[in-house]
C-alpha cells in the first residue's frame, strides 16, 4: 500500500498537542515543543523526531497559490497542496529527497521579515509545472505575493488518496505560517504502546498540565483511510450496475409497449 502512495511510514505515530490553546505564548509553545523533541529524541528505541502542520491522510489540507516570477500578472497561478513541516520530517516519513537539501534545524519557528527570501521545498510534479524540464533548486517562486527560493525537490506523495502521480506539493518550514498546532511525528523501532507511554511521560514532565494525545500508528490511519476509499467506490460500483439495470429496463419495456400497441 505503501509503496503505491510513495509514502513509506512505516513505525510513525502522530502526536498532538496545542500549547496556545492553554495559554501559552508562541515563543514559550516554541520552546516547549523544542524541548520536547529534544527530549522524546533520547528515547530508546526513538529513531528520528520531527514536526508537521498536517499529516497525509487526516482529510485536511490547505491550498497554495504560486506563480513564478515575471508571470503574466494576468496568468493564471499554480495551485499545490500547501504543508509546514521540520527539517527531518522527509526522512522520518521515508519521502526521497531527488535533488538539493532538507531544511536546516535553523529555518524551524523562524518566522521571516516580509522583505526576506523565504525557502520552500517541491515535490517533482510541482517542479515539473513551474520549471518543464529545468532543475528547480535555487529558482525564486511568487507565493501570495512574496517571494521564496526552491531549496530541494522531493518524491510525489498521495495526500489523501491512490492513483496518479500524486498531488504536487509545497513545504514551508515551521514558522508562523500554519493555522494548525504542529503535531510530534516518532519514527521508532519499539513497540508502539512503549512509545505512546514514553513520549507521555517526558510531555508531563515538562507541563503536567498540557496533555498530549497519540493519534495512533501513522499506516493504520492510512489503511483505515484507503478501506472507506475502497468500500465508497465499490458502493458507486453497485450503483452504477443498478443505474444501468434499471435503464435496460426501462428501454425494453418501452420498446414492448410500442410494439404491443403498433
Known sequence: VNAAL???????????????????????????????AERVAGIPGVDKVAFVSIPPFTGISMGAALRRPGAPTDARPLLAVADQVSHGYFSAMGIPMVRGSDFDASDDWRPLAPSETGKVIVSTSLARQLFGTNVAIGRLVSIYGRTDQVVGEVGDIHWNGRGGEGEPMLYQPLGGRTPYAPMLVVKAHAPTGAVEHAVAREATTLDATLPIVSRGPLNTKIADSLADQTLLFRLLGILSALTLVLAAVGIYSLVAYGVATG
Open 6 to 36: 510513495n509514502l513509506h511510514p512505516q513505525c510513525v505515530t502522530v502526536f498532538a498537542d496545542d500549547p496556545e490553546q492553554q495559554g501559552y505564548t508562541p515563543e514559550r509553545a516554541e520552546a516547549y515543543r523544542r524541548q520536547l
